[in-house]
């Protein structure tokens, strides 16, 4: 079963405490632990894809105008999270997604303490349809 | 022939030989994971070769010859390297050629050997999606690529996850033989329920040309025969086939030309492919006229009752409600259960099966699935019950991770919205 494990950073604060202002080897073992996982997870034979997202700051929306041309909206200061990064993988169940996702969750941060960030996980339409 | 005729009718070749010369190859040498490598490079070497150089004499004798030179290789080279390291060696390994005794050698030891190969390849130490994915690989002679392509996920983390399942073969200490006694009829059970999941996931793979190569309900019905051929006499490896076929049958009434999901009522019969389900009946009559009784053959059974009703009116409901009676006593499936209260609900009316679905609800061993929500969804309109219908045919959309299945759904909602407006 895929699963897609989206992982948000608060916005408030990103300026302010975001990781640009961590002490360099914070950021680096941040790296460094993002990397371990993803090299885990390729071991484990259970990677799809992972993804990090740049930054929000230049974060578009998009709709079409009524002649399909994009119209171009943002970035929205007033969003209380954002989407940081995400994750497929393909396990055989929701509970070895979930505790990737706990793995996740706790990123070192600031200081090393565990981000605690929020992980959204999603099944991927990939199931057989049941037939009777 | 055609150029691709010939690399067609080559890869059938290879991908029937490969467990027999892998099982030779493991008997010779012992070391599972090497003799699997060493045979996949064999497999690549011929499926070059001999397209463009024509076939050898003795293919199987060639390949076990090709992937024994590997292995020799191999262990040649591990050899001068721990003796550079002053390590003595104990033991003499086997230079002899395999091909040479092996060629000759009479059916039964391959027999054994590839069935020993399924069993080490569904050991129940592996979880199974890497039971499935070595399966295909060592018995079924799929590629790592093709078996990445067939379940979409990159090929490195599909070789990982082969790779990992060797490992838990080894470190498990799975031995290469066929299990005795008791324990020999839940290891069968285990590889049957390995090929009936990839027979399932066939399920979403199962359209277009391009996909047939690694079309994984064909593979499964080909590795099944294979088990069937060892086991003639298995009621239960006879039971899964049919019920393959059986089921398999319907394929191409199964789905609309733009992949739009057809159930089994609304299908165009005519599209039924016969041979298959004569041959799945027959081999179901077969299995239950001699007596002892398996889950398989229960679902074979079912599966005929409506393959055998030329039209969905026709179909005999109250032998299907008697057999799955007969399998809910046998095994404590949920969805079996869920099963028998459709068939309840065709014989005695739609309130008869709600009642039954609302007591595996309170069981909430089918909870958060939404098998019961379309199950409710389908009785509700038959019961007459318009708004309670949609209610619960979308509760049903969005709980499947199935994208026909969603489809599906959504348009029986909106087909009753659209009665009562």
Not at chain 1, 36 to 58: F, M, T
Not at chain 1, 72 to 82: M, N, Q, R
Not at chain 2, 310 to 318: G, I, L, S, V, Y
Request: net charge negative.
């Amino acid at each position: 079963m895929k699963y897609m494990l989206m992982m948000h950073a608060p916005k408030e604060g990103w300026t302010t405490a975001g990781i640009g202002t961590w002490a360099p080897k914070d950021i680096q073992a941040h790296i460094a632990f993002m990397l371990g996982l993803n090299e885990q997870l390729k071991a484990a034979g259970e990677l799809v894809d992972a993804q990090g997202l740049a930054g929000p700051e230049d974060a578009k929306s998009v709709r079409a105008r009524k002649d399909g041309t994009p119209d171009t909206d943002g970035p929205f200061a007033e969003a209380k999270e954002f989407l940081a990064g995400f994750w497929i993988v393909d396990v055989d169940g929701a509970k070895r997604a979930y505790d990737i996702a706990a793995t996740i969750s706790a990123a070192p941060g600031k200081g090393g303490a565990p981000l605690y960030m929020p992980v959204e996980v999603r099944q991927v339409m990939s199931a057989p349809p049941t037939e009777q | 022939m055609t150029a691709s005729d010939i690399r067609s009718d080559v890869e059938h070749l290879l991908r029937t030989l490969a467990p027999a010369v892998l099982g030779a190859v493991v008997r010779r040498f012992g070391d599972f994971a090497a003799s699997e490598d060493a045979v996949q490079e064999a497999l690549i070497a011929a499926a070059t070769q001999w397209p463009n150089e024509g076939l050898p004499e003795h293919p199987r004798a060639w390949l076990i010859h090709v992937a024994a030179r590997r292995m020799t290789d191999q262990l040649r080279s591990d050899i001068a390297r721990r003796e550079r390291e002053a390590f003595v060696v104990r033991q003499e390994w086997p230079f002899a050629d395999p091909a040479a005794d092996n060629d000759h050698a009479d059916a039964a030891p391959d027999h054994d050997d590839t069935l020993a190969l399924f069993f080490m390849c569904c050991h129940p130490a592996l979880t199974p999606s890497s039971a499935i994915a070595l399966t295909l690989r060592a018995v079924g002679g799929l590629t790592t690529g093709e078996i990445a392509h067939a379940f979409l996920v990159p090929e490195a983390t599909l070789a990982q996850r082969i790779s990992r399942a060797k490992q838990t073969i080894r470190t498990s200490g799975v031995p290469f033989e066929i299990p005795a006694g008791a324990g020999r009829d839940a290891r069968l059970a285990s590889v049957l329920h390995v090929l009936y999941l990839i027979f399932n996931e066939g399920y979403t793979a199962s359209r277009g040309d391009a996909l047939s190569r690694t079309d994984l309900s064909d593979e499964a019905i080909r590795l099944t025969r294979a088990v069937r051929a060892l086991l003639p006499d298995d009621g239960e490896v006879a039971g899964l086939l049919a019920l393959m076929l059986l089921t398999d049958a319907r394929r191409a009434a199964r789905s609309g030309p733009d992949g739009a999901l057809i159930p089994l009522e609304a299908q165009d019969r005519a599209l039924w492919d016969r041979g298959a389900i004569a041959e799945g009946v027959a081999l179901v009559s077969a299995t239950l006229s001699k007596g002892a009784v398996g889950a398989y053959q229960l679902q074979a059974a079912i599966a005929a009752v409506h393959d055998e009703a030329a039209r969905a009116a026709d179909t005999d409901w109250p032998q299907i409600l008697a057999l799955y009676g007969v399998l809910k006593r046998l095994s404590d499936n949920p969805v079996v259960a869920l099963n028998h209260a459709i068939a309840a609900a065709m014989v005695d009316g739609p309130r008869a099966g709600l009642a039954l679905v609302d007591a595996i609800d309170a069981s909430g061993r089918l909870a958060g699935s939404h098998r019961l929500d379309a199950t409710r969804a389908h009785l509700f309109e038959r019961a007459g019950d318009v708004q309670a219908a949609i209610a619960q045919f979308l509760a049903a959309a969005g709980k499947t991770a199935s994208i026909p299945e969603k489809n599906y759904l959504t348009a029986q909602a909106a087909r009753l919205a659209q009665q009562t407006s």
